[in-house]
């Protein structure tokens, strides 16, 4: 959605050239790609280590960083191939998003009317909402120090990015249409009159 928006405002003219369907399907093919591929590799190397305890997992879901806490030989290496993949499918993508807005921003700012900036701004700011809730939520569940590591926290983070953020995304979007800010506006009004008396 990044590179979409970036598209749209920075070259808006060659926007139906350059978003094309092909372009499309090789994004989306790339991104599914690389990270059925890492968890793929990340998924085998801890399922040939010995297991050890009474190999319950703790955890609300079957995640890697939960099933490597069950494993009683050295992980170091799973550790270390973990990181590289947080930096192949957080960092660098979250960078590249950055690195778009700072384009679209710098192109926003040349705008000559308000108007044209109020929508540009509208039109980025679900996205980049959305993008903090879960790149942050994500990457400080799978790049934090071990010595961070509680299983409140890791539950609590869990739930962040895997239930909030994707129920918050059709909200925070919603909120660009005009018909849903008013029916917001209105039903705080109500509230706050309600709690006045």
């Known amino acids: ?3 979409d928006r970036y598209v749209a405002i ?12 092909v372009r499309n399907v090789h994004m989306a093919a790339w991104s599914w790609i690389t990270g059925y591929m890492i968890s793929l590799v990340q998924t085998t190397m801890a399922m040939v280590l010995p297991f050890c305890g009474n190999n319950v997992i703790d955890h609300l879901t079957c995640e890697l960083l939960a099933v490597l806490k069950l494993i009683c030989s050295d992980i170091t290496i799973n550790v270390l191939i973990m990181r590289v993949g947080g930096i192949v499918i957080l960092i660098i993508p979250l960078l590249s998003i950055f690195i778009s807005y700072v384009f679209i921003l710098s192109a926003i ?37 071990k010595s961070k590591d509680t299983k409140i926290s890791d539950e609590i983070i869990m739930l962040f990015y895997g239930i909030v953020t994707p129920m918050l995304n059709p909200i925070i979007y919603s909120l ?9 506006k209105k039903i705080l009004s109500r509230h706050q009159h309600l709690l006045k008396k």
């Not at 920075?10 to 369907?21: A, D, E, F, T």
């Not at 044209?116 to 509208?122: C, D, I, L, Q, V």
């Not at 660009?176 to 917001?184: F, M, P, Q, T």
Request: proline share 5%.
């Open 10 to 21: 920075c070259n808006p003219l060659r926007y139906p050239i350059i978003m094309n369907r």
């Open 1 to 3: 959605m990044a590179y």
């Open 176 to 184: 660009r249409n005009k018909d849903v800010k008013e029916a917001v």
């Open 109 to 145: 700012l040349r705008l000559n009317t308000a108007e044209g900036r109020k929508k540009a701004f509208s039109t980025c700011s679900a996205h980049l909402t959305v993008v903090i809730l879960f790149y942050g939520s994500a990457l400080f569940m799978y790049m934090k120090p």
